[in-house]
């Protein structure tokens, strides 16, 4: 999205501003992501969210194979109500397991943006600071442009880094 920004603001730009003085400087997000502590923090609530819906399922699977092996090794043996009614359980088994999998699929990038948010408003505070401390017309990502020259802008990467205490 921050990436779909920079770019349309750069396309925006009136040509008779580029004859103004521009002060550009780039900014490694991913590196500044990477080196906050509070990333580890992150990856540990994701890994033990993830583990919750992993262990569940697995629970869940385990139960549908349970049912569907009795099923299977009784069903000859079974009244039709009976056989109807395992049968029926083994297929809501199977319907509870793959509503949990949406669920999930839904869920653990929900739980993500959640807990990047207060990371990614942190990060991008401290890229504003430093510009208007340093006086940047534009600080950007060299990862959205298919080409910098890095001599014709400047890193403020360590400045964001002292900014943010990292």
Not at 31 to 41: G, S
Not at 56 to 82: C, G, H, P, V, W
Request: hydrophobic fraction near 40%; avoid cysteine.
């Amino acid at each position: 999205m921050m990436k779909k920004l920079i770019i349309l603001l750069v396309a925006m730009l009136p040509l008779g501003l580029f004859a103004q003085d521009i002060k550009l400087a780039y900014v490694n997000v991913s590196e500044l992501y990477n080196a906050m502590p509070e990333m580890d923090e992150v990856e540990k609530k994701l890994t033990d969210f993830n583990e919750e819906y992993r262990k569940e399922l697995e629970r869940m699977q385990e139960e549908y194979n349970k049912k569907y092996s009795d099923f299977i090794a009784q069903q000859d043996s079974l009244t039709e109500n009976i056989r109807l009614r395992r049968m029926q359980e083994v297929q809501d088994i199977e319907t509870r397991i793959q509503n949990l999998y949406q669920q999930a699929q839904q869920e653990v990038p929900k739980k993500q943006q959640e807990l990047l948010q207060p990371i990614q408003q942190k990060v991008m505070n401290a890229i504003k600071q430093v510009g208007e401390e340093k006086g940047y017309t534009y600080i950007f990502d060299p990862q959205v442009f298919l080409y910098v020259n890095p001599s014709s802008a400047i890193d403020a990467t360590s400045f964001v880094k002292t900014k943010l205490g990292i």
